[in-house]
């Protein structure tokens, strides 16, 4: 069964500090998607991630692909209330998707 | 420009009521999406169209569900005879050509709400 897990499911955090969020994949993919979801909101696109070793940041936001391990990393440095969302990595041409990260960061 | 907008915002309806949801892509966008989102839930994929085919209809949960694309355009995914666990958030995205089975970036809708009585 293809299935991508993320981890964590929840998290809740102080500004100002770092974290990393996980997300394995069964399937192979050499692409990997990222998305953000604000509350009542829709899906806006992170990153797409389209080989291995790739790297892409913006902002205080750092995504990795390692096609190898089947595992992607979202990193968030110095965080801000800002960043607050819930986020999903999807592969297999983004039809099989992560549960999500709720992340939340407090002032 | 336009991004995808998906109508109506929100439905509630009586179990075992039919219902239609539309959405409208960005135009030029050839790949058409719809995905299930339950309450605190990820996505879970139900069809994609590539022009006015759809080459994967494997998440449809069963036969009540059916969708349509015309014109290579708006789309609308219907629901017969509704059951309250079809109550969630609905969203279509779409993307332009999936060139050589590769796609790309989806755009997402803001979702149409259903609630089954």
């Known amino acids: 069964e293809l299935k991508v897990e993320q981890n964590p499911l929840f998290l809740s955090m102080q500004e100002g500090k770092n974290y990393t969020i996980y997300c394995n994949y069964s399937t192979t993919s050499d692409r990997l998607y990222w998305y953000r979801q604000d509350p009542g909101k829709s899906l806006e696109s992170l990153f797409v991630l389209l080989s291995n070793g790739a790297v892409k940041q913006e902002g205080r936001l750092m995504a990795s692909l390692d096609t190898k391990a089947r595992l992607s990393t979202l990193h968030i440095t110095a965080a801000v209330h800002d960043l607050s969302a819930t986020y999903f990595c999807?592969?297999?041409?983004?039809?099989?998707w992560g549960a999500g990260t709720k992340l939340i960061i407090k002032p | 420009g336009a991004g995808v907008s998906q109508s109506p915002s929100n439905k509630v309806t009586e179990k075992g009521k039919d219902v239609e949801l539309r959405c409208d892509p960005i135009s030029g966008h050839t790949a058409l999406y719809w995905y299930r989102q339950s309450l605190g839930q990820g996505l879970e994929f139900l069809i994609y169209f590539q022009g006015n085919s759809a080459p994967d209809k494997s998440g449809l949960p069963s036969d009540r569900f059916s969708a349509e694309r015309t014109g290579g355009s708006v789309s609308t995914l219907t629901i017969q005879r509704t059951q309250q666990e079809d109550s969630a958030v609905y969203l279509c995205a779409s993307s332009l050509a999936a060139r050589g089975g590769r796609a790309d970036t989806q755009y997402f809708g803001p979702g149409t709400r259903l609630t089954v009585l």
């Open positions: 999807a592969v297999d041409n983004q039809l099989i």
